[in-house]
């Protein structure tokens, strides 16, 4: 399925609008009604993530540690954005993200969704529902974020690098701002005690002892022979291996042009971003985050 031929039947790339605050496409608002009409059950997780920040990772997590010993046979044979459905996806020729959500057979239900908190639909809140939250460094995402672009004829064109960052900086990508995403959740975090936020330059660094902190949050306790199969399965190298996991069945990403298990690493933008880059990037970061106690590692 990952052929040219197929590629080429997907519509010409789509344009961002302003709505409701931020920027979309209408890959995501076509079905706004039914999204923000979702009735969640009390027992339901939300994944919630700016695009790019490792929402496969932690989704990939979440169901090893729900299913991945009553129900092995989903890890080889239903692909992740089956299992944990992109709640606010209406994309031609696939399943809308809120049917496959609300048929999922499973409790509890993982769902993903890239939307602001201030979007999320009201039944999560007034459920009660777990939230995930993972952030990452901005200039990691971003650079991420363009790769993705560039490979995903389902997302807008990314032009060129550049461009891209100044985009990006201006909350003109996908999702709009990711100041104001990773903000709105940690501000709402303070008043919610059902959310965990993660950051993904944590997780780079200590799997395990993020997995642990999750599992607490969620009130789950592994056994040994879980937390052994999660050491396999989450390896970098052996979730870009996986097609479950990968996205190559998808023909409107060509990981040709750009793999979506790409690097997986924290600091790859020092080989993206010039000196006058990132010195912009810097200032401009210094403004917008100066009320944001959030503190994010571009280094590890
Ligand atoms: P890179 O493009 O920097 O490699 P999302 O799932 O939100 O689209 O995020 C994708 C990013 O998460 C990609 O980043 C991908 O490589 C990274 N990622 C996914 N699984 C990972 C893992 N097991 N370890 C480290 N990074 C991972």
């Not at 009553?70 to 890890?75: A, C, G, K, Q, V």
């Not at 995403?181 to 940690?186: D, Q, Y």
């Not at 199969?229 to 390896?235: A, I, V």
Request: net charge negative.
């Amino acid at each position: 399925m990952s052929d040219n031929s197929t590629k080429l039947e997907f519509p010409p790339r789509p344009e961002l609008f302003d709505f409701k605050g931020i920027s979309l496409t209408h890959y995501f608002t076509d079905n706004w009604e039914n999204i923000q009409n979702f009735q969640a059950r009390p027992d339901d997780i939300l994944i919630s993530t700016f695009p790019k920040s490792g929402t496969t990772w932690v989704s990939y997590i979440l169901d090893l540690l729900y299913f991945g010993q009553s129900l092995p046979e989903r890890l080889t044979s239903i692909p992740i954005y089956d299992r944990v459905p992109f709640l606010e996806l209406a994309f031609p020729k696939l399943d809308l993200g809120v049917d496959l959500a609300d048929n999922l057979p499973t409790s509890p239900r993982l769902i993903k969704s890239h939307l602001p908190v201030h979007l999320v639909p009201k039944s999560f809140w007034d459920q009660n529902c777990k939230i995930v939250y993972l952030a990452r460094n901005a200039k990691d995402n971003v650079v991420s974020f363009f790769h993705f672009d560039r490979m995903n004829v389902g997302q807008p064109d990314p032009g060129d690098w550049n461009s891209y960052l100044k985009r990006f900086m201006e909350g003109k990508v996908l999702y709009g701002s990711w100041y104001d995403h990773v903000n709105g959740f940690w501000k709402k975090k303070q008043t919610y005690s059902n959310l965990h936020y993660m950051f993904y330059e944590d997780m780079i660094q200590d799997t395990e002892l993020e997995i642990d902190k999750l599992c607490s949050f969620l009130g789950l306790s592994p056994s040994d022979e879980e937390k052994k199969l999660l050491r396999h399965e989450l390896k970098f190298d052996n979730m870009k291996k996986n097609d479950m996991v990968n996205y190559s069945l998808l023909p409107v990403m060509d990981g040709k042009v750009s793999p979506f298990m790409r690097k997986g690493k924290v600091g790859d933008w020092k080989n993206h971003f010039t000196v006058a880059q990132n010195e912009e990037f810097d200032e401009d970061y210094k403004k917008k985050m100066k009320d944001s106690p959030l503190h994010f590692r571009t280094t590890i």
